[in-house]
C-alpha cells in the first residue's frame, strides 16, 4: 500500500530564515505531487505540482520554491520567510491523472 | 477555469441527525471529475469519494451518499444518523482538463452527542 510521509509535523521559525519542507511517498512510482497551503479560513491553494523528476509547476508567485530530486520525493523551499508564509502546508500525490489525490498529515508553518 | 461554491460554512447538528453538505460547480470541461474530501481535526485530508461528469449515478457508502445532478451542476453529499466523529470540515473539489484540483472552501460539521 501507498503511505505519504511529511516533516517536520510542526515548525515556528523567525521572519527572514529559510525553510525545507519534505514529502515522501512509498509504496507507488512517478507518482504526481503537489504541495498546497491552507491559511486561516480553511482554503487549500495548490503551490506547486510535479509530474516528474525535476518537472515543477508553480501556481502561485511568492517567495517560496519546490524541487523534485528524486522520484518519490518533493521539497518545498524559501530562502526568506515572510509572515504571510504561516500555514498548513499539505503534499498529495496522485498515480493517474485523472485519480484522486492523496494528502499527508501536513506541516503546520509558524512564521513569528 | 473550474470553480465550486460551497454556500454553507458551518453547520451543527445533533447527533442522529441527517445533514446534507451542497456543492455547486462550474466548469466548461466537458470531462471533469468531482471529488469529497473530510478534514478531521487532526488536519490531514481524507478522500471520501471521486465521481466523473459520465457518471450520474448516485452512490451509498455506509450512511454516506452523495447526489450528482448535471443538470443543477451539484454533487451533494448526505450524511444519514449523524456521529460525533463525523465533526470535521467537509470539501468539495474539482478537476478538469488539468492537473488542477481546485476546492471549495469547506464547510465545517460539528455534530453535538
Known amino acids: 500500500s501507498q503511505t505519504i510521509h511529511q516533516w517536520p509535523a510542526t515548525l515556528v521559525q523567525p521572519v527572514g530564515s529559510p525553510l525545507s519542507l519534505e514529502c515522501t511517498v512509498e509504496?507507488?512510482?512517478?507518482?504526481?505531487l503537489y504541495w498546497y497551503r491552507q491559511a486561516a479560513g480553511r482554503g487549500l491553494q495548490l503551490l506547486f505540482y510535479s509530474v516528474g523528476i525535476g518537472q515543477i509547476s508553480s501556481e502561485v508567485p511568492q517567495n517560496l520554491s519546490a524541487s523534485r530530486p528524486q522520484d518519490r520525493q518533493f521539497i518545498l523551499s524559501s530562502k526568506k520567510l515572510l509572515l504571510s508564509d504561516s500555514g498548513f502546508y499539505l503534499c498529495a500525490w496522485r498515480f493517474l491523472r485523472e485519480g484522486e489525490q492523496f494528502f499527508g498529515p501536513g506541516t503546520r508553518l509558524t512564521v513569528l | 477555469a473550474q470553480k465550486v461554491t460551497q454556500a454553507q460554512t458551518e453547520i451543527s447538528v445533533v447527533e442522529k441527525e441527517d445533514v446534507t453538505l451542497d456543492c455547486v460547480y462550474e466548469t466548461r470541461d466537458t470531462t471533469y471529475y468531482l471529488f469529497w474530501y473530510k478534514q478531521p481535526p487532526s488536519g490531514e485530508l481524507v478522500f471520501l469519494i471521486r465521481?466523473?461528469?459520465?457518471?450520474?449515478q448516485n452512490e451509498i457508502s455506509g450512511r454516506y451518499s452523495w447526489n450528482f445532478q448535471k443538470s443543477t451542476s451539484s454533487f451533494n453529499f448526505t450524511i444519514t444518523a449523524s456521529q460525533v466523529v463525523d465533526s470535521a470540515v467537509y470539501f468539495c473539489?474539482?478537476?478538469?482538463?488539468?492537473?488542477?484540483?481546485?476546492f471549495g472552501k469547506g464547510m465545517k460539521l460539528t455534530v453535538n452527542p
Open positions: 473539489a474539482i478537476q478538469g482538463g488539468s492537473e488542477k484540483l481546485v
Open positions: 465521481r466523473n461528469s459520465f457518471d450520474e
Open positions: 509504496g507507488t512510482s512517478n507518482p504526481n
